[in-house]
């Protein structure tokens, strides 16, 4: 169990600290109106993934006994992880491109969320699989990874809000890029595992 939690946490670190639509809309919607706005588009995903969580899974449990095809999403999902690992890595180099226009920051979050390509491309190559094994193991296993998981995606959205709306230069500065750097060799990590387990599927 503590192995899926640790994988939730750190999934859910990268996955709220890296650069991406979602996390521009926090921080735009932060600095055009205030903390209160990014906090939330922040808490879009508790809203949009669900389904997106069931149909995963679903497709994966009718999948459990070939393993040629098990292995392929685990090289993708490997794949997946080197490109967030380092696109990590550079995050503290890349511009956040920011808007100013007012809208419903919660309806802005979802919709960016809903039509954004990264939350499919996570749970079909990741973090379904990774559940899947998780439930096998245990219940407990299983909302360790899924609760860690959200909880460390959503505080870490919310925490670079606040610390936007109170100090701007934050994603500019070298503690942003040192957090980032860190968890994209921790990602790259993962990804060979991933890569290992793919070898083990189609001996």
């Known amino acids: 169990m503590i192995h899926f939690l640790m994988v939730g946490i750190l999934l859910g670190l990268s996955a709220g600290f890296a650069p991406g639509p979602l996390l521009t809309l926090v921080i735009s919607e932060t600095l055009a109106h205030d903390i209160k706005a990014g906090i939330k588009v922040a808490i879009a995903p508790?809203?949009?993934?669900?389904?997106?969580?069931?149909?995963?899974?679903f497709i994966l449990s009718r999948l459990s006994h070939l393993n040629g095809v098990l292995a392929?999403?685990?090289?993708?999902?490997?794949?997946?992880?080197?490109?967030?690992?380092?696109?990590s890595?550079?995050?503290?180099?890349?511009?956040i491109?920011?808007?100013?226009?007012r809208s419903n920051a919660l309806f802005k979050g979802i919709l960016?969320?809903?039509?954004?390509?990264?939350?499919?491309?996570f749970w079909i190559s990741i973090g379904g699989p990774t559940s899947s094994k998780a439930m096998h193991h245990s219940l407990f296993a299983f909302?360790?990874?899924?609760?860690?998981?959200?909880f460390f995606l959503v505080a870490s959205k919310v925490i670079l809000a606040v610390i936007t709306g109170r100090s701007r230069s934050f994603l500019s500065g070298n503690v942003y890029?040192?957090?980032?750097r860190a968890l994209g060799v921790a990602l790259c990590i993962l990804a060979v595992l991933l890569f290992k387990e793919a070898v083990v599927l189609i001996q």
């Open 46 to 57: 508790f809203i949009t993934d669900l389904p997106i969580i069931l149909i995963t899974l």
């Open 72 to 87: 392929a999403i685990s090289f993708v999902g490997g794949c997946v992880l080197i490109y967030m690992g380092i696109g």
């Open 89 to 95: 890595m550079k995050a503290g180099n890349d511009t």
């Open 97 to 101: 491109e920011l808007s100013g226009k």
């Open 112 to 121: 960016v969320n809903v039509l954004s390509p990264h939350p499919y491309l």
């Open 143 to 150: 909302l360790g990874f899924f609760i860690s998981f959200y």
């Open 177 to 180: 890029k040192a957090i980032m």
